[in-house]
C-alpha cells in the first residue's frame, strides 16, 4: 500500500522543482482520492479480527464518502489500480469498482470507466500501463485499452485499442500510433 501510494505522491512531482510532501497532501484532490483508495485496497486484501474489521471499515467508508462528495471523483477499494496513478485534476471521476488498471495511468476530470455491454455480453474496461485517458473520455463495457494507449478528450471508446494507439472522436477511432509517452506526466 505505502509502495503504490508513494508511486502516485512521486507522479504530482515536477521534474526540477521542489514541492514539499504536506503541500501535496493538503492541497491535491487527487491524492487524496488515491490515498483513500490504496487505505480502501489495503483494507480489502488484509483481514483483522471480525469486530474491528467492522469498526474500521464503516470509518473508512465515511472517509470514501467523504472524499466522493468533496473532490467528485469515486474510485471503489475493489478496483485493481497499478502503482503511479496520476490525477492531476478532480471532478466528476467515475471508476467502476471491477475496473483493472495498470501502473503509471493518468486519469483526467470528467472520465467514467464504466460498466457497458459489448455484443451482448456486460462488463467493464481493463486498462494497461501507462494510459492516458484526456477530459472528458468515456470508456465503456467489456473493452481493453492496450498498453501506452491515449484516449482524447470527450472520447467514447467502446472497443479495444491496439498498444500505443491514441485514440479520439465519438465513437473512438484510431489517429495515430505515437502512444502515450509526450502526454504521462513524469515522476521525478
Partial sequence: MF???RADLDRLRTP???VSVLRLLFFNQGLWACACYRA???LNDHHMLPGLH????ILYNLWWKWIEISTGI?????CRIGPGLYIGHFGQIIVHPDVVMGSGCNISQGVTLGLGAKEGCWGVPTVGDRVY???GAKVIGPIHLANGTVVGANAVVTRDTEENAIVGGVPARVISHKGS???LRPGP
Avoid at 467492522?54 to 471499515?57: A, N, P
Avoid at 469515486?74 to 475493489?78: A, R
Fill in 40 to 42: 480502501g485496497r489495503y
Fill in 54 to 57: 467492522q469498526v474500521v471499515m
Fill in 181 to 183: 509517452a509526450m502526454f
Fill in 16 to 18: 526540477g522543482h521542489r
Fill in 3 to 5: 509502495a503504490d501510494f
Fill in 74 to 78: 469515486s474510485i471503489s477499494p475493489d
Fill in 133 to 135: 485517458i484526456a477530459p
